[in-house]
């Protein structure tokens, strides 16, 4: 069974762009999780989706997006980028509902230049 | 609301010698925890959990960890620490509507040949 996959690996750029991240959760899965994992502050929660909407979001600014697909999968927007949203972002997936884990896909290393 | 705290942000431990990683809760209802592993710009990868039963429960790698009630405690040990076991852990609560994840800030362990 694959894990959950996330693409780009790494991710390099300017200042004032846009970014986007994307995340294949486990199949059965219908819940997605986004984190920032910027150095020395853990894990920060960034959103959360569920069956095609956004359940939940952290405090982050709203230049931080996203949306989840049909087919579970989802996508991280981050527009007019800035120094400090260079980070890992993880991306993680479970089932709905229950007492199960979360997943976590390897990461997309974001740097922004 | 819950939370996590881990106690120490940086443990180190001689090659052989007991591990112990802190881990309290705060929460309203019963909780579900967790312990996470993470090498080195990877994702996390699921080391344990505890959701109801027993309270010494049993993971990968030869780690356990205690649920102690009493003490809001979820400690995560291992009797004799290995090289391979160097990592960053991170401690989780689920929330009391069982879709969302607390994180604590994560504790790095080192050890020592």
């Known amino acids: 069974e694959a894990g959950v996959t996330q693409s780009p690996t790494h991710l390099i750029k300017t200042r004032g762009q846009q970014a986007t991240l994307r995340c294949s959760p486990i199949?059965?899965?219908?819940?997605v999780y986004w984190y920032q994992q910027a150095l020395g502050l853990g894990l920060q929660f960034l959103l959360w989706?569920?069956?095609?909407?956004?359940?939940n979001r952290g405090n982050f600014p709203p230049r931080f997006s996203g949306r989840q697909f049909p087919n579970y999968s989802s996508e991280l927007n981050v527009n007019a980028l800035e120094l400090e949203d260079s980070a890992l972002y993880l991306c993680?997936?479970?089932?709905?509902?229950?007492?199960?884990?979360?997943?976590f896909g390897q990461g997309t290393r974001l740097t922004v230049v | 609301a819950q939370s996590v705290t881990q106690l120490g942000s940086h443990v180190s431990v001689s090659e052989g010698a007991l591990v112990l990683l802190r881990c309290n809760y705060s929460?309203?209802?019963?909780?579900?925890l967790f312990w996470y592993v993470q090498y080195p710009n990877q994702g996390l990868q699921l080391l344990l959990k505890?959701?109801?039963?027993?309270?010494l429960v049993k993971g990968i790698n030869g780690f356990e960890a205690e649920f102690k009630k009493s003490e809001t405690s979820f400690h995560l040990t291992k009797p004799s620490a290995h090289m391979s076991d160097a990592a960053e852990y991170f401690c989780?609560?689920?929330?009391?509507?069982?879709?969302?994840?607390?994180f604590g800030t994560g504790t790095s362990l080192t050890v020592i040949p």
């Open positions: 199949s059965g899965h219908t819940s």
């Open positions: 929460s309203s209802v019963p909780p579900y």
């Open positions: 989780a609560v689920q929330s009391d509507t069982g879709n969302q994840f607390y």
């Open positions: 993680a997936s479970r089932t709905r509902v229950g007492d199960t884990e979360a997943f």
């Open positions: 505890y959701t109801t039963g027993a309270t």
């Open positions: 989706y569920d069956e095609g909407e956004e359940r």
